[in-house]
Structure formats: C-alpha cells, structure tokens
C-alpha cells in the first residue's frame, strides 16, 4: 500500500537559514505525483510544489524546491533564505489513481512543524 | 478567486447527536473529498465522491456517511457523533483524472468539531 513518511515531527531553525524537510514515500506504481503542502496556524491547507514521477527535472517554485531522488523515493522539501513567516506546518503527499474511479486520491504525511527563529 | 467554502469553522456538538458538515466549490470540480486531521496523524480520507451520486469510502469511514446531490456540495454526516470524532474537517476538491491537476486539491478552511 502506499505510504509517506515524515520522520521529523519538529524543527527549529534560524531566519535566513536553508532548510530540508524530509520525506519518503512507498508506492509501486510507476506514474505518481509528489506534493508539498503548507498549513499555517490559521488551517488553511496552502499548495507548494509538484513533482511528477516522470520528470527528469527536480521543481523548484521560488523560495521551494524538490529534492527528488526516485531511486530512494525522497522527495525532501528545500526552503531557501527561511523567513518568520514559514513557521507553519508542512505536509508532504502522494497522488494514487484508483483503477475502477476516476477519483485521484492523495495520501499525505503526518507533517513537520517549522519553526523559525528570529 | 476560486474558493472551496465550509460552512462553519467551528462547531460544539453533543454525543449522540446528527452532524451535518457542508462544502462547496465554485471551480466545477469533479472530485470531492473529506479528510480528518489529528495530530500526529496528518490528514486521513473519510469519502470522496468523483461524480454527482457517487461516493467511495476512504481509509477511515467507520461512523460517517456522506452526500452528493449536487456537483458543487458535498457533505459530510456524523450519523450519532462521539468524543472520538472531535478533531479538525477539511474538504478539498480537484479536477478529474486526466486532466492537469499538478496543484492538487483546493481546501476548505476547515471545520474544528468538538464533541462534548
């Protein structure tokens, strides 16, 4: 069955730092797609990046970028030049298609919480 | 802007009683979905429907239902509600396979149940 994994429940770094959030996933399909998700203490539930399984290129959205490695099925999240306002919670995700609907589910994490220090 | 829209962000409600949780969408999305989150546990699927009518169980359905009469609304049941179920209500929809959904789901901003 599918999983994801997010093995640090909490993190604290200092503003301005680079910080890698990591995630594993378990699938074995071949075509999947990989989500980052951003949850801020208000709840909204706010889309980073995408990674499909396809793609040769690891995505990158501004201040995010993707760290795919396929072979050890990571997707570990990069923030770049962190700022206070990237405390918030982060999930991580995993697309899976259901073979008889034509509903894509997507599974996600158990999270990490960011904390970043002024 | 494209909103998914929960009707209420917090609700107290007592055992046993019948809990109705509504979504809309405004994006004509095929896929709706319902998801608890605790913590420690991230987000679990309760339903989700892929078509007006349909509905599928997800990974934790025990003591929910749900409805689909409409495209754009999808609501969720809590049948006789229990302390168990005190927890954090997020509805998403999406596009339909096939299509370019590399952004995922839209979210609702989410429903904070307790039951007491």
């Known amino acids: 069955a599918q999983k994801i994994t997010q093995t640090q429940p909490g993190m604290f770094v200092q503003e301005k730092e680079a910080v890698t959030l990591d995630c594993t996933y378990d699938t074995s399909d071949q075509s999947y797609g990989l989500f980052w998700y951003k949850q801020p203490s208000s709840g909204e539930m706010i889309f980073l990046i995408y990674q499909g399984s396809y793609d040769e290129q690891n995505a990158t959205e501004g201040r995010y970028s993707l760290n795919f490695q396929k072979a050890r099925k990571s997707a570990n999240l990069v923030i770049s030049a962190s700022q206070l306002g990237d405390s918030a919670m982060y999930f991580c995700a995993m697309r899976e298609y259901e073979g008889y609907s034509s509903a894509s589910k997507i599974i996600f994490g158990s999270g990490t919480r960011l904390s970043i220090r002024p | 802007d494209v909103k998914v829209t929960q009707s209420s962000r917090y609700l107290v409600k007592r055992t046993g009683e019948k809990v109705f949780l509504e979504c809309v969408q405004d994006?004509?999305?095929?896929?709706m979905f319902w998801y608890r989150q605790d913590p420690g546990l991230g987000l679990r699927l309760i339903y989700f429907?892929?078509?007006?009518?349909?509905?599928e169980k997800g990974d934790i359905p025990e003591g929910y239902s749900v409805s689909r009469e409409k495209k754009e609304r999808f609501s969720l049941i809590l049948e006789s509600a229990s302390t168990n179920q005190t927890s954090m209500y997020l509805c998403?929809?999406?596009?339909?396979?096939?299509?370019?959904?590399?952004?995922?789901?839209?979210f609702g901003s989410g429903t904070r149940l307790t039951v007491v």
């Open positions: 429907s892929y078509d007006v009518k349909m509905k």
């Open positions: 998403a929809s999406s596009l339909g396979q096939g299509q370019l959904d590399n952004y995922g789901y839209t």
């Open positions: 994006m004509d999305h095929e896929n």
